[in-house]
């Protein structure tokens, strides 16, 4: 409660926002004082983007003030918000995928020095932080993880006031997550207060001391996390009980229904991984769950699964009793196969298209909703109706457009439509990250429902404590090297951490590891 | 000051239609300014180049006459558009349409047998789709892109019509004419209204515009195209060929040009001559997005570009202008759109030069 006495460092009095239809922000208050590692709590809707994007000057309050130690001031832009001492890491990246990452910080930072001064100053902050990151490579070769890294050294290197986390550690190994962790609090101590989002409660329990919980665009209580439970924190943002994940008794071990041999594959771009002799059995009603840090072969992996790359042989993958090495990604549709891609937008759904039409996206295969060519509307318009009514899309109905929804609605669409084929092998990238807690349950239940009914289910994933979850049996992607996989009773977090280490225990191991990679 | 756009979060759906008007209207007041400048009274003009053709029934012959090669080319740019393939040489399918619709019509004419025109007309449609095949070869290929291996080829075209009509395909009672013999009567295209040059053409033209309408909206082939052209990433998740939808859309949009250009030389003009198009492959870009690149717009897009061209012989006959008047009414068109169209997806702000340390100048 210091921060009453000392101005706070930012000061928030009854800021209100309301978009066309929607009140994202309802007489919201709240103080962070300096040095104070705030928490941000609430669902995906929540209003927690608005407040954020209001404090970052994107978007601008209807109502209220904001007080910037003690002074009133009208962030008119991100540049203003800046000048402040007000540092920002978005949960989806501003960066320019054509752009080294040096190129892409120096932009951000409307620096006058050379890119090679840079270069060096990115070097020592990484190397300070543990936080790996090669100045001189492209975005656009980055995987997600690698994306954030940037972000957040970006935001290190304006020495900010400030700073504030959108959902950091979903794409970090517990270690760095906790490295993570050390450089907030070493932030904090040197005076730096931090505005931190997450949904992950055992975290903000571990290194927040003060919590705003919002639900539906109001503050709807404030605790001391320290003190407060994860199951009252939880109720809190959810306004009830919380649901509970069910996880059905394992069927008896089924047969295999992805079976990949001795799987290389070179890089196809200069930064990428080499896949190395990969092999492992997925069987019928289990969910193998592959872990790793992203950048590890994980997007190459999964592309030649799907049949977005080629492999080399066809007996390289099968999928149930078909080498399909060298099929594409229809031809292995037809076979029973389903992927959740990583990332949603552009990828998984078009944007500027009716969630019925991203429901044909993949589905147009199956259950009548293409007939000689011609697109069976009504039907698509029911498929994916199905599909808003059974995993609760919070969307205005099927002919709403992909990007009007949030991204873990976006996500709950996507995995249904996948399930909803039917498939016999599923493949899931990431399939929880950046979401709400109500939608990873669905998810997690949806994945599991699945597997119970039979089919096999291949998990890649970043976040460990899921991964333990929900699979059966959980394998390391480390390199492009697949670790032999390890019955989930067997093995244990501390374990597979290493594992994931084995090429990320710091960063200098890590870009030797992309050196190696060449 | 220093002048920025910055992207609106939600530009208005109703602006996307009402741009195209906009611009017409803005190219009205500005080719008013034009004729008053050029000494003309601006009412005079306009009347000449907007009312008067569409008094007479000659004159709406006229201009769907002149509107059917224009729907013809700027449907099939338009569906390409949907998928970012950008075929900006329907001039040269176009001429490639004709010599090779116009050779047949030269070799099979004058037996009199049926077969002879649908023959003559898939000839100009192959001829189109082969011109166009070209870039699709090249694109796919060597990734060459399709912009300027289209608009190369269009001239490559023009001299190849210029070389037939000055050369081998001469006619030799035509008193050393560059021009063809006249296309025998059974190969030309039977007039829909007698008394004009209306030819049947003009019914397959319009029946383009539902056609194209269903194939984007309603096929699986056009949710490829837009799938592309809207998400290539998630089209190749989806396992849908961008090679293929290339191929689609350059041999869609090329024989449809193809079928533009036969149905210009064996319906009004009855022979080959070294210019055979005053630009409609080119003024087909414009129509297709004045049209937004949807089929219906497209109509009327055509239509009005139609009504420009045939307002622009008017006042070369009636007021002494030059025909580049044609030409710089179709550009204002072009730029008020464009104009428009940034207006609607941006706003325009006037920022300081300099940045002024937020410290002190923010303060409310």
């Known amino acids: 409660m210091d921060a009453r006495v000392a101005p706070a460092r930012l000061r928030l009095a009854n800021i209100s926002k309301a978009y066309a239809a929607v009140v994202a922000n309802r007489d919201i208050s709240l103080g962070i004082g300096p040095g104070e590692i705030h928490a941000l709590l609430g669902e995906n809707g929540a209003g927690k983007s608005t407040l954020v994007k209001i404090i970052y000057g994107v978007v601008h309050p209807d109502e209220g003030g904001i007080f910037w130690e003690g002074d009133a001031v009208a962030i ?18 501003s960066l320019f995928e054509s752009l080294t990452v040096a190129e892409n910080i120096a932009l951000g930072l409307g620096a006058q020095e050379s890119i090679a001064a840079l270069t060096l100053r990115i070097g020592e902050i990484s190397r ?3 936080l790996a990151v090669e100045p001189t490579r492209h975005v656009h070769h980055l995987s997600v993880g690698e994306r954030q890294r940037v972000e957040i050294v970006r935001c290190l290197l304006q020495s900010p006031r400030l700073l504030i986390m959108d959902e950091p550690t979903s794409v970090l190994t517990p270690q760095e997550a906790q490295g993570l962790f050390d450089v907030l609090r070493r932030l904090a101590s040197e005076g730096c207060s931090i505005l931190y989002i997450s949904h992950k409660l055992e975290e903000i329990k571990a290194l927040c001391e003060h919590a705003t919980v919002l639900r539906g665009g109001r503050v709807v209580g404030e605790c001391d996390p320290r003190i407060a439970s994860e199951q009252q924190m939880a109720e809190m943002m959810i306004g009830g009980a919380l649901p509970v994940a069910h996880r059905p008794a394992p069927a ?13 594959l070179p890089a196809d771009e200069p930064f990428g991984t080499h896949l190395r002799d990969i092999a492992f059995t997925l069987r019928a009603g289990e969910i193998l769950g592959i872990a790793g840090v992203a950048g590890n072969g994980q997007k190459e992996l999964l ?9 080399p042989s066809a007996a390289a993958i099968r999928v149930i009793d078909t080498a399909a090495g060298r099929l594409g990604p229809t031809a292995r549709r037809r076979l029973g196969l389903a992927f959740i891609p990583e990332e949603r937008l552009g990828r998984g759904a078009v944007a500027e298209f009716a969630l019925a039409e991203n429901a044909l996206l993949t589905a147009w295969q199956h259950g009548g909703l293409v007939r000689g060519g011609l697109i069976r509307f009504a039907a698509v318009q029911r498929y994916a109706a199905d599909i808003i009514a059974r995993f609760r899309v919070v969307a205005a109905g099927t002919e709403a457009r992909g990007d009007s929804l949030s991204g873990g609605n976006m996500q709950k669409f996507i995995v249904g439509r996948e399930v909803g084929t039917s498939p016999r092998v599923l493949l899931a990238a990431h399939p929880t990250w950046g979401v709400d807690i109500g939608a990873a349950l669905a998810i997690r239940q949806a994945l599991m429902d699945l597997a119970a009914g039979g089919a096999g289910v291949l998990v890649v994933s970043e976040d460990l404590a899921e991964l333990f979850e929900i699979s059966d049996r959980i394998a390391v992607l ?6 032999p996989p390890r019955r989930t009773h067997d093995t244990t977090v501390e374990e597979v951490g290493l594992l994931m280490g084995g090429h990320t225990a710091g960063p200098a191991a890590a870009m030797a590891g992309v050196a190696h990679a060449h | 000051m220093r002048i920025s756009l910055q992207a609106r979060a ?8 009402l741009s195209p008007l906009l611009a017409a209207v803005l190219s009205v007041i500005g080719v008013s300014i034009l004729f008053a400048l050029l000494g003309r009274n601006p009412l005079v003009a306009l009347d000449t180049l907007f009312i008067a053709p569409l008094q007479s029934s000659e004159g709406l012959a006229e201009l769907a006459l002149k509107a059917t090669p224009l729907l013809l080319c700027a449907i099939g740019i338009a569906i390409g558009c949907r998928a970012e393939v950008w075929n900006i040489g329907a001039e040269g399918q176009f001429t490639l349409g004709a010599i090779t619709g116009g050779g047949a019509a030269l070799v099979l004419g004058g037996g009199g047998q049926w077969w002879v025109l649908p023959v003559v007309v898939l000839a100009g449609i192959a001829g189109g789709m082969a011109w166009a095949a070209i870039p699709a070869l090249l694109k796919t290929r060597f990734n060459a892109h399709e912009i300027l291996t289209t608009l190369m080829l269009s001239y490559v075209a023009i001299q190849l019509l210029g070389y037939l009509v000055h050369g081998p395909w001469k006619d030799p009672e035509g008193y050393s004419f560059p021009q063809t013999r006249q296309f ?11 008394g004009t040059r209306l030819h049947v053409g003009v019914l397959l033209a319009l029946l383009t515009v539902p056609l194209g309408s269903i194939l984007l909206g309603r096929t699986m082939i056009g949710f490829r195209i837009r799938t592309v052209g809207a998400a290539p990433g998630a089209a190749r998740y ?7 939808v290339v191929w689609i859309c350059l041999l869609l949009s090329g024989g449809l040009a193809g079928l533009a250009g036969i149905f210009e030389v064996a319906g009004p003009d009855g022979q080959l001559t070294p210019v055979i198009s005053p630009g409609y492959g080119f003024a087909a870009i414009i129509v297709a997005f004045l049209g937004r690149l949807n089929p219906f717009g497209i109509l009327f897009a055509s239509l009005l570009m139609a009504l420009i061209y045939l307002g622009g012989e008017g006042l070369q006959v009636s007021l002494q202008l030059p025909i580049a008047v044609t030409g710089t009414v179709q550009g204002m068109l072009l730029f008020f759109l464009l104009a428009a169209d940034v207006l609607i997806n941006y706003r325009v702000r006037l920022l300081p030069a300099r940045r002024v340390p937020a410290g002190d100048a923010r303060h409310a």
């Not at chain 1, 008896?252 to 290389?264: M, N, Q």
């Not at chain 2, 939600?10 to 239609?17: G, I, Q, T």
């Open chain 1, 252 to 264: 008896a071990e089924g047969k295999p229904c992805l079976i990949v041999d001795r799987l290389s």
């Open chain 1, 128 to 130: 300070r932080y543990g």
């Open chain 1, 478 to 483: 480390s390199g492009g090297r697949l670790s």
């Open chain 2, 184 to 194: 025998a009567p059974d190969t030309l295209l039977p007039l829909l209204i007698e």
């Open chain 1, 76 to 93: 008119a832009d991100p540049n203003a918000a800046r000048a402040l001492g007000i540092g920002m890491v978005f949960q989806h990246f």
């Open chain 2, 238 to 244: 989806a396992g849908f060929s961008r090679e293929r």
């Open chain 2, 10 to 17: 939600r530009p208005a759906r109703a602006m996307v239609w």
């Open chain 1, 303 to 311: 592309h030649v699964l799907a049949g977005e790359r080629l492999a």
